[in-house]
C-alpha cells in the first residue's frame, strides 16, 4: 500500500479556512493563501449581524489589519524559539536590545505603530495590540479585562474606527467631482495648433 507524503500545504489546509486573497494577482498556488481562522479581525469580517450587515466593515477590517503587518515587521511578535542569530559572546543567546541589529524597515515599522497606537489613545491601544497582533479573541479580552459579555465588540469597533481615521481609511470615496483645469506656461507664451497638423 502506498502512502502519499504529505507536504506543507496539506497540513496547512487541514487546520484552518483558507482562501486566496487577490485570486488574479496569484502567481505561485500557495503565494497568497490566507488562514481566515487565525484572525480575530477576519471573523468578524466573515459574521453577520442581525441586520445583515458586516460585524465590522471593510474600513475597519483593513484598518486592523494594517495594524497587524506593522507589528509584525517591527519584530514585535514574541520568539517562541532559540535566537540563534545572536552571538553567543558573553553566555546568552538574548540579542539584547542592541539597535544596530534592527534594519531600517524594523525601525520604520516600529515608528508607524507608535503613531498609530499615539492616534488612537490608551484607551483603545491595549485592545487593538490584543485583538488585531496577539490574535486574542474577544471572549478571551472580556475574561481577562473583566468587562460584561459582548461589550468586546462595540469597544473594538470604537478603536478601529479611530484607527482608521488616523489611517484615513474610509468605506465612501468623496471628493471633488471635477479637477480644475491647469496649464503651465510663460507669460508671454502663446498656444498654437502649428504642432498638430502634418
Known amino acids: 500500500?502506498?502512502?502519499k507524503k504529505k507536504t506543507a500545504r496539506d497540513y496547512r489546509l487541514q487546520h484552518g479556512v483558507t482562501r486566496a486573497r487577490n485570486e488574479e494577482q496569484r502567481i505561485a498556488p500557495d503565494a497568497l493563501l490566507v488562514n481566515e481562522s487565525e484572525s480575530p479581525l477576519a471573523w468578524l469580517a466573515r459574521r453577520k449581524d442581525t441586520n445583515g450587515r458586516p460585524m465590522i466593515d471593510s474600513a475597519q477590517f483593513a484598518a486592523g489589519e494594517r495594524l497587524r503587518a506593522d507589528f509584525t515587521r517591527a519584530a514585535m511578535t514574541p520568539r517562541i524559539g532559540a535566537n540563534f542569530a545572536s552571538p553567543v559572546a558573553h553566555g546568552r543567546r538574548s540579542g539584547g536590545d542592541n539597535g544596530a541589529n534592527?534594519?531600517?524597515?524594523?525601525?520604520?515599522?516600529?515608528?508607524?505603530?507608535?503613531?498609530?497606537?499615539?492616534?488612537?489613545?490608551?484607551?483603545?491601544?491595549?485592545?487593538?495590540?490584543?485583538?488585531?497582533?496577539?490574535?486574542?479573541?474577544?471572549?478571551?479580552?472580556?475574561?481577562?479585562?473583566?468587562w460584561p459579555r459582548r461589550t468586546s465588540k462595540v469597544v473594538l469597533g470604537l478603536a478601529l474606527d479611530r484607527l482608521a481615521r488616523h489611517y484615513e481609511i474610509t468605506v465612501k470615496v468623496s471628493g471633488r467631482p471635477r479637477a480644475p483645469l491647469r496649464a503651465w506656461q510663460a507669460d508671454d507664451a502663446r498656444p498654437t495648433m502649428d504642432a498638430y497638423r502634418d
Not at 525601525?107 to 488585531?132: M, Q, T, Y
Open 102 to 146: 534592527f534594519s531600517d524597515l524594523v525601525i520604520a515599522a516600529k515608528e508607524r505603530l507608535n503613531l498609530a497606537l499615539d492616534a488612537v489613545g490608551p484607551e483603545f491601544s491595549g485592545l487593538l495590540l490584543d485583538v488585531c497582533c496577539f490574535l486574542k479573541g474577544l471572549e478571551t479580552v472580556e475574561r481577562e479585562r473583566g
Open 1 to 3: 500500500m502506498k502512502v
